[in-house]
């Protein structure tokens, strides 16, 4: 019997070896008695993505994380909700973005290794700021920025 399966990254197998980069969004939501102490922990939550994108060292991929202001099709929710039905009152949610630029040469094997890397990394970083309370982050399946042709519109020339 299968368990339920949630997918972090899907393409055709030929298409792995030619990716040149790969965006990993993550979601956050942190529950609060007040709002501005909910939005004090999404951002930490930011600045802990920061430090562990910035500790991230591999020489066959570099890693970047947009800025919550960056402006993309798929993720770019930033919300602060009332809910009067919770215990904690506020909720304050927020999506963010990892980007994984590939800098080692075209290889199936090499490319479909440092996704699986990336993804235990996140996952790992998604669960160790699940764990206090009123805190959930999740990641979500990766996708190349040709799927959203914002991110590309977006680019400040020169930062690549």
Not at 33 to 47: G, L, M, P
Not at 72 to 97: G, H, N, P, R, Y
Not at 106 to 129: H, I, K, T, Y
Request: glycine content about 4%.
């Amino acid at each position: 019997m299968k368990g339920i399966e949630h997918s972090k990254f899907k393409s055709e197998s030929s298409l792995v070896a030619g990716m040149e980069k790969l965006v990993f969004p993550l979601s956050a939501e942190v529950t609060g008695k007040e709002s501005v102490s909910a939005f004090r922990d999404i951002e930490t939550i930011y600045k802990s993505l920061q430090e562990t994108v910035s500790r991230y060292s591999k020489d066959t991929v570099e890693l970047k994380l947009f800025s919550p202001t960056f402006p993309t099709k798929k993720f770019k929710q930033f919300e602060i909700v009332s809910e009067a039905v919770l215990k904690e009152k506020w909720k304050v949610s927020l999506d963010m973005m990892v980007e994984a630029k590939f800098i080692s040469e075209p290889d199936f094997w090499s490319r479909g290794l440092a996704v699986s890397e990336l993804v235990d990394m996140l996952e790992a970083f998604c669960d160790s700021q699940t764990r206090e309370k009123g805190r959930f982050v999740a990641l979500d399946r990766a996708f190349t920025p040709i799927e959203d042709d914002t991110i590309q519109a977006n680019r400040i020339p020169g930062t690549d």
